[in-house]
């Protein structure tokens, strides 16, 4: 059968509307297709910088998931990854970043040629003591160079409340991954963009120090194998607890503290046996010196410190647990390696360190002969505060170290003061009491100690049971005793007498 014309013009009539239909459905599915989510877009960065391994996602959750987790509390979350330098810097690298290395090279080679002139003049020369601060600094200035992984500022997330029983909000403020909060472009720029990291980082906090009235600035680290999630719970229980102690002491009413916590990359990929990786020790102990040595002292001694310079009634106090004591410890000895410029004087210092069961070798602080220690507790103003239990055996896993947090660094520490005379003995031993109340019950006495100044070093054996029994009302409590001791007024320049 033949189609009429009238049939033939209505058929390619229709094919006509057809094909139309066809190109306006087709151009409207792509015009209505969803753009690329945040998710896919974290995702295709991660993996562009080699930080997309399911164990290095976990040291970035929030910016995965920020609704579900957080702090309790208005304060800072400060987190820290670690890639290859050819991933994230690119050369030549910007002018900030490039005098930023520079700097920290050339200090760490006049500290070299320093240390070996000391080492040949003295009649005692530990050269253990002597090259530690050398190995430290050398450690630091090899994260700069270019075939090595080094640490950068992954994102920072503040967290806010417009009255004190407000619900927390949470925002980021700073992301390596994401251009539109203060991103770099280039995968390239993402180590020089965490100075700019820093900067956004000190604008609020000022921001913040002036529109709260901040009393205390608190800067925390947690240590070995704690992931993002990890840390944040304990911050969560180890500042709320210290938060609920102050509501119920009268002298603490008028505290206004803020809080900035770090996290950073401190496991290995794999465990044994569902475990700690014991062979992840070395390397991470590592970071911990590099991290306490970059970021970390940016955020202790350029931010809290300049803040505290400008505004002398506000104090600044460190807590770290583990490496994380080992983290900042490392951050007070290591000022002198960044930029001068633009720097709080020298006699504008941390008021103290509480350090938990820290993993950091006693010979540190301690001194032997006429050889001082890297950290020289006689020559500044912050008073360290130390903890040490029997029932820790974590902390002793590197059987030839003498870590403070251990039994065997505690001897070392008595080992080595007890030739010196009483005036230049490091260290103030006491021990720390279970009371049943919560109460912090010392031998010496608190006034005693007090008093002291040396460095002070508590026997918590009655109080932390293992190496992570530190989120107790104990612990609470010597951090309160700590901020509200007249220990510490609040005053500058340096102690004229020890």
Not at 243 to 253: G, R, T
Not at 391 to 405: K, L, P, Y
Not at 442 to 471: C, F, K
């Amino acid at each position: 059968m033949h189609a009429t014309p009238v049939s033939r013009a209505c058929l390619h009539t229709s094919l006509a509307l057809l094909t139309l239909t066809c190109q306006v459905s087709c151009h409207s599915s792509r015009s209505l297709q969803p753009p690329e989510s945040r998710e896919v877009r974290l995702t295709t960065k991660a993996k562009a910088i080699g930080t997309n391994s399911t164990r290095k996602r976990s040291y970035r959750r929030m910016l995965h998931d920020p609704d579900s987790l957080g702090l309790n509390f208005p304060g800072y979350l400060v987190a820290l990854e670690k890639t290859q330098s050819r991933h994230i810097a690119a050369r030549p690298l910007a002018a900030a970043a490039a005098s930023f290395d520079r700097h920290i090279h050339e200090k760490a080679d006049a500290t070299h040629q320093r240390l070996e002139a000391e080492a040949k003049a003295s009649a005692h020369a530990d050269l253990r003591i002597l090259h530690d601060r050398d190995t430290i600094y050398r450690e630091i200035a090899k994260a700069t160079l270019a075939p090595h992984s080094r640490p950068f500022v992954s994102h920072i997330y503040k967290h806010e409340s417009k009255e004190p029983f407000d619900r927390i909000s949470k925002r980021a403020i700073y992301s390596a991954y994401e251009t539109d909060v203060h991103g770099p472009e280039r995968n390239g720029d993402i180590y020089a963009y965490s100075l700019n990291a820093m900067r956004e980082l000190e604008k609020n906090v000022a921001q913040d120090v002036r529109d709260r009235d901040i009393t205390d600035i608190f800067v925390y680290s947690m240590g070995w194998n704690t992931d993002q999630q990890g840390a944040l719970e304990n911050y969560n229980a180890l500042f709320g607890n210290f938060l609920a102690q102050c509501e119920k002491d009268p002298q603490m009413k008028n505290i206004r503290p803020l809080f900035i916590g770090l996290s950073w990359d401190s496991g290995w990929k794999f465990r044994l046996g569902g475990g700690m990786n014991p062979f992840s020790f070395w390397t991470k102990k590592s970071d911990a010196d590099v991290i306490g040595g970059l970021w970390a002292s940016i955020i202790v001694n350029h931010i809290a410190l300049g803040i505290k310079q400008q505004r002398p009634n506000t104090r600044v106090f460190l807590v770290g647990h583990s490496f994380g004591g080992r983290l900042l410890l490392t951050s007070l000895f290591t000022r002198d390696l960044l930029p001068p410029q633009d720097f709080p004087s020298k006699n504008v210092q941390v008021d103290a360190a509480l350090l938990l069961q820290a993993a950091a070798n006693v010979g540190r602080l301690s001194r032997k002969h006429d050889v001082l220690p890297i950290f020289d507790a006689s020559k500044t103003d912050t008073r360290l505060v130390l903890t040490w239990s029997k029932n820790d055996s974590t902390v002793e896993i590197a059987r030839w170290t003498r870590n403070i947090g251990g039994a065997r660094g505690h001897a070392r520490a008595e080992l080595r003061d007890r030739p010196l005379p009483e005036k230049d003995k490091v260290f103030q031993h006491f021990v720390i009491q279970r009371t049943g109340t919560h109460l912090l019950k010392t031998d010496p006495d608190l006034p005693a100690l007090e008093q002291s100044h040396r460095i002070l070093y508590g026997d918590a054996t009655q109080v932390i049971s293992s190496h992570s029994d530190i989120y107790t009302p104990e612990v609470a409590t010597m951090l309160k005793y700590i901020v509200k001791s007249e220990a510490f007024p609040r005053s500058q320049g340096k102690k004229t007498a020890r």
